[in-house]
């Protein structure tokens, strides 16, 4: 899952706290709960570090909501693709999540707190043609031939010049098949890099009815099983603004916003294949 996360200034609080995903101050109920419904399973959380906090200020909420234990710790960072344990051992072990910072990162102050662009790489966000949906390298730290990557897939359009998402083309973007849907855009970046993205991003997973999941269940060469009904999908008019803000540093997951942050409870990032260790499956 991915979050934004942003400073908002308070009578009762001059240097304001953090709020990840809308209305979870300091984001503790945002980690309990989602590690709650998890139950068992590993969860990948890319935090989008919009305000650049200092990563010893998420150490504190990650403490006050009793998450900080369950979080994975590198040894050392970067970790090569290959390097990174199993699924199953991270929960035998008990640490079963696992936070990359956008920037700002440091484990030398807080070691669980893993840097993103220099353990994996992206493609192109905020794209509006879905002919550009392709597996170019569009941002890392470090060397893409052994990182981790995370594929961007989520059509824009242009409202009064910024992008926003799209929408009503939300069911195709996020169709197992076709011209310009997520499974298409797998298949290209497998053929390109020989071998299946680690991270899938897209907008409103609620879209395409479960179509998502047969992606990354397709990858992982697993049957897609749901057994719970799908979300289903919030009317909207207008559309919401992008699910990857921006860090002031220029380093963030994607461009400002400029309407409501409703919609990034509705973002989703899907781990698929050897997302750790050898024929990992989330």
């Known amino acids: 899952m991915m979050a934004e996360v942003w400073k908002t200034i ?5 240097n304001g706290w953090m709020q990840i995903l809308m209305k979870a101050r300091s984001g503790s109920i945002l980690a309990f709960l989602i590690l709650t419904q998890c139950g068992i399973k590993v969860l990948s959380l890319l935090i ?24 994975f710790a590198p040894e050392s960072s970067p970790l090569q693709a290959s390097s990174w344990p199993t699924l199953g051992s ?14 700002q ?7 669980y707190l893993i840097d993103e662009f220099t353990n994996i790489w992206e493609t192109a966000f905020n794209v509006l043609d879905p002919a550009q949906f392709d597996c170019s390298v569009n941002r890392t730290k470090g060397d893409t031939a052994t990182q981790m990557y995370l594929i961007n897939h989520f059509l824009d359009r242009l409202v009064f ?22 499974g298409a855009h797998v298949e290209t970046c497998v053929a390109v890099n020989t071998r299946a993205p680690n991270f899938l991003l897209m907008d409103f997973y609620e879209y395409g ?17 749901p057994t719970s ?50 024929s990992a499956v989330i």
Do not use: C, E
Request: zero cysteines.
């Open 105 to 111: 990162a440091d484990i030398t102050v807080v070691p």
């Open 161 to 182: 010049g910024q992008p926003v998402p799209d929408v009503a083309k939300a069911n195709v973007t996020n169709a197992a098949s076709g011209a310009g849907s997520l």
């Open 229 to 278: 009904p799908i979300a289903t999908p919030l009317s909207t008019s207008t559309g919401a603004a992008s699910p990857t803000g921006s860090s002031k540093d220029g380093s963030g997951n994607g461009a400002l916003s400029i309407s409501s942050r409703q919609h990034l409870l509705q973002s989703l990032v899907v781990v698929a294949s050897i997302a750790f260790g050898a």
């Open 209 to 225: 009815s479960g179509s998502v999941f047969q992606v990354a269940a397709d990858i992982n060469k697993v049957t897609y099983a």
């Open 90 to 103: 991270m929960i035998d072990s008990g640490k079963r999540l696992v936070t990359f910072l956008d920037n």
């Open 48 to 71: 989008v570090n919009i305000d650049n906090v200092p990563p010893a200020q998420y150490d504190t909420v990650f403490k006050a909501a009793s998450v900080d234990t369950l979080s």
């Open 10 to 14: 308070s009578r009762r609080s001059k």
